[in-house]
């Protein structure tokens, strides 16, 4: 069945407060430490792909990243981190796109996506997605999604488990794999969900 995935999105950050959402976190330790780990400088280029209103943007403002491109397909939620972050929000690039749509005018240094891309389980969304990042990342990519331990569904839609052989496969085409890690993320609910991360480096 097709959704209209915009219309979707935006009603649960119209509707759901971060404690009502399975996602949230207070403080994104992993995602942080692996951005970290590519030892780049802070003028490097990371967008963080279904940021939300996720902290991770605070985390790097924080540590001195000056070129951050926050990207999500609701505005909503957008707009959820912009009043939180207030002056600071603008020293981040905010894009409002459905990412199998978007189309960069620059490349990246490091992509970062925990938590979206589990959401395409189609194959040309999955392909589309692929491309994009081989095409417009220069440096690293960070994926973090529900391992083959984790969750079926979020937020009443379905979602693609990975192994770690799969997720590497769907980008072994642009990248080689760096790490890869599982980590249970308590929610909100206290309910514990397992993720994979793996990140890449360009080939």
């Not at 996720?54 to 000056?66: I, P």
């Not at 005018?105 to 979206?116: Q, T």
């Not at 440096?139 to 331990?149: I, P």
Request: net charge negative; proline share 2%.
């Amino acid at each position: 069945m097709d959704i209209d995935r915009t219309a979707h999105w935006e009603k649960v950050y119209e509707t759901k407060a971060p404690s009502q959402v399975s996602w949230t976190q207070e403080y994104p330790k992993t995602s942080f430490e692996i951005i970290q780990s590519f030892e780049l400088n802070k003028t490097a280029k990371i967008i963080d792909v279904g940021g939300g209103d996720s902290k991770l943007v605070d985390c790097l403002l924080d540590a001195g990243y000056e070129d951050v491109t926050v990207l999500d397909i609701s505005e909503k939620a957008l707009l959820r981190a912009q009043k939180r972050l207030g002056d600071k929000a603008s020293k981040v690039n905010w894009v409002v796109s459905d990412i199998t749509t978007f189309k960069p005018d620059r490349s990246f240094d490091v992509w970062h996506d925990r938590a979206a891309f589990h959401f395409l389980t189609e194959a040309e969304q999955i392909s589309q997605y692929v491309a994009l990042a081989s095409s417009c990342v220069k440096g690293y990519l960070s994926v973090g999604t529900f391992s083959k331990q984790g969750p079926v569904k979020c937020s009443g839609l379905n979602i693609s488990q990975y192994s770690e052989e799969e997720l590497m496969s769907a980008f072994s085409s642009g990248f080689h794999l760096l790490d890869s890690k599982t980590e249970d993320h308590t929610t909100p609910f206290d309910t514990l969900q397992n993720f994979l991360f793996c990140s890449f480096k360009k080939k």
